[in-house]
Antibody, heavy 119, light 110 residues
Framework: QVQLVQSGAEVKKPGASVKVSCKASGYTFTSYHMHWVRQAPGQGPEWMGFINPSGGSTTYAKKFQGRVTMTRDTSTSTVYMELSSLRSEDTGVYYC????????????WGQGTLVTVSS | QSVLTQPPSASGTPGQRVTVSCSGSSSNIGSNYVYWYQQLPGTAPKLLIY???QRPSGVPDRFSGSKSGTSASLAISGLRSEDEADYYCAGWDDSLSGVVFGGGTKLTVL
């Protein structure tokens, strides 16, 4: 069965960076894009971008360009999302989600990683 | 301010039929598929409807989706207490070149 298992909660100070991992299993890792979606407390989801695990190419939402980096390790079927220059507004739950064909179609989600940015 | 507009709340009694609306524009709903997600408290969103009106396996046929022009709707018939959750619409936006979500509708089963 498809599983996406994310790394644990993080507490960071403003200006720092955070790197969240998402380990995939139960399917061919390189056959599906992996997206990252975040959700601030009490807010709706916000799409951050995706990585194509096959070649490593990335597409980032305009809002996060310059601050986000998505990478992958095909030997461990793991994708990573690093967000830099953290500010308090970056506090929220970060999800990886498997993309299925067209944009907005996420058929499996990780359990989420809470990132808290606080001085 | 979300690109896709949803009412913040909706409610119904068990057995009733409720609908949740999602309004967009020609660059998103008007030209691309709509997806619906259900989010129970403390859990990740779950795909409920894909490509406007298709249900993934395991999703009860009480849930249905439709789209007309730049708006979409999610209908839930035979409302049950376990349907109490947040519901989000989503889709691709050609102008933003990215996925956009609605702000969410909190469904209360009275």
């Amino acid at each position: 069965q498809v599983q996406l298992v994310q790394s644990g909660a993080e507490v960071k100070k403003p200006g720092a960076s955070v790197k969240v991992s998402c380990k995939a299993s139960g399917y061919t890792f390189t056959s599906y894009h992996m997206h990252w979606v975040r959700q601030a407390p009490g807010q709706g989801p916000e799409w951050m971008g995706f990585i194509n695990p096959s070649g490593g190419s990335t597409t980032y939402a305009k809002k996060f360009q310059g601050r986000v980096t998505m990478t992958r390790d095909t030997s461990t079927s793991t994708v990573y999302m690093e967000l830099s220059s953290l500010r308090s507004e970056d506090t929220g739950v970060y999800y990886c989600a498997r993309g299925y064909d067209t944009g907005g179609h996420f058929d499996y989600w990780g359990q989420g990683t809470l990132v808290t940015v606080s001085s | 301010q979300s690109v896709l507009t949803q009412p913040p709340s909706a409610s119904g009694t068990p057995g009733q039929r409720v609908t949740v609306s999602c309004s967009g524009s020609s660059s998103n709903i008007g030209s691309n598929y709509v997806y619906w997600y259900q989010q129970l408290p403390g859990t990740a969103p779950k795909l409920l409807i894909y490509k406007n009106n298709q249900r993934p396996s395991g999703v009860p046929d009480r849930f249905s989706g439709s789209k007309s022009g730049t708006s979409a709707s999610l209908a839930i018939s035979g409302l049950r207490s376990e349907d109490e959750a947040d519901y989000y619409c989503a889709g691709w936006d050609d102008s933003l070149s990215g996925v956009v979500f609605g702000g969410g509708t909190k469904l209360t089963v009275l």
